[in-house]
């Protein structure tokens, strides 16, 4: 069972950019999608962006040019480049499957914070 772990979170002002990575501790290489979620407060977890083992991505309409997904599997690792960061994108970020697995396999995510 693989093992995530994000990195890359802060606090950044409306209009800045973060570029969060999920490292995994086993090989992504058999995961054909890998995705970015985030969960603000009080609200359910949602997928923002996913990625397919050949490259190709999906966004949610409230991130489409402004997110870019990116995973290398030789390094086990995906990205997410966030730029022109708003107020309603604070939430804590988490990567995973996608599909989710049955079992969870969630890490412990990176907080978010987008505020002036």
């Known amino acids: 069972q693989v093992q995530l772990v994000e990195s890359g979170g802060g606090l950044v002002q409306p209009g800045g950019s973060l570029r969060l990575s999920c490292a995994a501790s086993g090989s992504i290489f058999s995961i054909n999608a890998m995705g970015w979620y985030r969960q603000a407060p009080g609200k359910q977890r949602e997928l923002v962006a996913a990625?397919?083992?050949?490259?190709?991505?999906n966004y949610k309409d409230s991130v489409k040019g402004r997110f870019t997904i990116s995973r290398d599997n030789a390094k086990n690792t995906v990205y997410l480049q966030m730029n022109s960061l708003k107020p309603e994108d604070t939430a804590v970020y988490y990567c995973?499957?996608?599909?989710?697995?049955?079992?969870?396999?969630w890490g412990q995510g990176t907080q978010v914070t987008v505020s002036s």
């Open positions: 995973n499957a996608v599909p989710a697995p049955p079992w969870g396999g």
């Open positions: 990625i397919t083992r050949g490259g190709s991505t």
